[in-house]
């Protein structure tokens, strides 16, 4: 009888803590047993890989991935569902992903939202997933669901965009979310851009004649960020020093405000996004219409403020790195980038352009080939720290014996694949485009393993698992940097403390 269900032998396993040359068992789809380094290749196992040295980590933890949402900015449509979009994810080494669960201004209930969202990933996903709830409309009714939301339902964050007609809230419904959030232990993610401020200069470029798609980089002036980040970081403040998450943050001097209050000890958590560590400005000015593909919000900044995001990464600004995967056509007049092109406007109207990039199959591999920081920080930052950010450690994001889902990712050894370039024929989404084209990377998963079952065998028939394999996550509290003992020492927001 078989002692175990799967065996990883001679690899080296990377944790964000350490290093080390071990063999990897799995039953019942959990991680059993770490032994040293080829000591269980002969192991009674129904399955054995050999990793022949090179590195196994956690599989990537994604917590913001865009799929299968309601049009809210115009034209464009999702060009991923679940099934397609976490297809991709496993190809690309990524075992859990938490996507949204969009409520519109016209709705009331988010638990609507939530149970909305919820019947399209069912059976349809290959990896596991969870939900936050993006919050549009903070009526009483919709404040008052946040109990059941964290208690019932699983579901511990939610999020607040500061700009975007469809989803800006004003300052005083910030605070509402803020302080309703606090109370059930809600982590709140914000999307920080000043709304008034891109109105503004977008009409004055339109009044200039100014429409191709790298006026969307003008229109999102780097002042937009830094202004917007200093004010939710102040309303945190404000709110008993409410946790808050500073979501795809791009510019420098966001990152430093950003810094400057963790250093003061506010719990202040931020994210970044691969687009800011492998694109720049430069590449919204294209020839026609090719800028498009990569107009995303906030934009890609200069090459001094990639530099800038980088130092962010390795030096704990950011906790995480996610993809903000939010995928669109780009040869598409009907549903994708092109349908604010016209005869009037042949490079479209860049205030027009669906806003968001495809990346959830490359966010590990183009970092991981870039190596600009330590592997053990790689993963805190791709899968560690967002399984605890959003209450999922240590089950996702940790190889601990007894406690760990078997989620992991076994990469090629070192070398073995050489310099190759990154076409969008290589990957799974349902996407004709990647921004990506023709980057030089090194490795890529070789192995995707979610929960004991080999998902993802890149030399043996590439996409392994089965639709539907994926489970809905239910998630506890944050337990970053153990946020929500602070709040409680801190006690509940009084006004007479004000």
Known sequence: MDEYDLVITNGVCVTAADIA???????DEKIVLLAPSGSMSKARAKQIIDAEGGYVMPGGVDCHVHLQEPSMFGKGTSADNFETGTRSAIAGGTTTIVAFAPQQKHLESVLTALTNTQALALNNSYCDYGFHVLVANPCERALSEFEQL????????LKIYMTYEALQL??????SVLLAARRNH??????????DVLSWLTERLEAAGLFAPKYHGHSHAPVLESEATNRAIALSSLVADTPILLVHVSEPGAAQRIRAAQTAGQPIFAE???QYLFLT???LDQPGFEGAKCVCAPPPRDAEGQKAIWRGLRNGTFAVLSSDHCPFLFDDAVRGKKTCISDEFPVGKFRHIPNGLPGIETRLPLTFSARGMELSRFVEVTATNAAKLYGLYPRKGAIIPGVSDADLVVWYPEGRL???????????HDVDYTPYE???????PRYTILRGKIVWDRDGGGIVGEKGYGQFLKRQESSLNGMWRTVEEEGPFDLEKL
């Open 150 to 157: 964290a208690s019932v339902e699983g579901v511990t964050s």
């Open 21 to 27: 040359p071990l063999d990897i068992a799995i039953r």
């Open 170 to 175: 004003r300052d005083n419904e910030i605070l």
């Open 418 to 428: 050489g310099d190759f370039a990154l076409t969008n024929g290589l990957l799974h």
């Open 186 to 195: 809600i982590l709140t993610m914000i999307h920080a851009e000043n709304g």
């Open 272 to 274: 970044t996004c691969p």
């Open 438 to 444: 023709g980057r030089m990377l090194n490795n890529w």
């Open 281 to 283: 400005r430069d590449d």
